[in-house]
């Protein structure tokens, strides 16, 4: 596609309640990463892809938060058992390669509220 | 202490004035990123640096690795230049993650 793209844009969940937040990458691109965004904070990292191998996840603030790209294509991250300090934009990055001279392109984010 | 650090948090500037950001790193990096995010949107790059200046159109970027520090400058400033603005080292260790500062919400009346 054109770029990354996340679906849904807004997701309103009732604490206790499971989601699960989508990522179509820019097609081709072998990084993906997940970042999450409070108010009035910058994003900060929750996991890495390289195609469908979870390199990294020592972002994932509790084991509530899971994290899969099947086919190196498309990625879902699923928390379970919603809580209020879940709230926060979920962004979606992908990028070409895994190199230092490659920048990442950001999806324009899921805002889930925990009510 | 954040790994990156931006100042300012807020600022408020009137149309056509000179606006510097600064950003402070404290890790190693491969590369810095300037991005643009706006109220509801998504994340738009502005610049990736790895040394010296870079320049588009009324925005330069600057960085001096061995004081580990950047600029994000804008020449006669605009309303429609109002948005946050965020620096991102780029960590140069395998996965190539960003670490990102708070970022500057920055507001330029007419």
């Known amino acids: 596609g054109a770029g990354v793209s996340q679906s849904p844009r807004y997701k309103v969940a009732k604490r206790g309640q499971d989601v699960a937040l989508r990522c179509d990458p820019i097609s081709g691109h072998v990084s993906l990463f997940w970042y999450q965004q409070a108010l009035g904070q910058g994003p900060e990292f929750l996991t890495y892809f390289q195609n469908e191998a979870q390199l990294d996840k020592s972002g994932l603030p509790s084991d509530r938060f899971f994290a899969e790209r099947p086919e190196g294509s498309v990625s879902t991250l699923k928390i379970q058992r919603t809580q209020q300090e879940d709230s926060a934009v979920y962004l979606c990055a992908s990028s070409l390669v895994a190199d230092s001279n490659t920048e990442a392109f950001f999806g324009q984010g899921t805002r889930l509220t925990v009510v | 202490k954040n790994e990156v650090e931006q100042s300012p948090q807020n600022l408020t500037a009137q149309e056509g004035e000179f606006i510097t950001i600064n950003c402070s790193y404290s890790?190693?990096?491969?590369?810095l990123h300037w991005l643009q995010q706006h109220p509801g949107g998504g994340i738009v790059s502005l610049f990736m640096l790895s040394s010296g200046k870079k320049k588009h159109g009324r925005l330069i970027a600057t960085i001096n690795i061995q004081e580990k520090h950047s600029s994000l400058h804008i020449t006669a400033s605009h309303p429609r230049d109002s948005a946050v603005y965020i620096c991102?080292?780029?960590?140069?260790?395998?996965?190539?993650?960003?670490?990102f500062g708070t970022g500057t919400r920055l507001k330029v009346l007419a």
């Open positions: 890790v190693g990096i491969s590369a």
């Open positions: 991102a080292a780029q960590d140069f260790s395998g996965t190539y993650k960003y670490i």
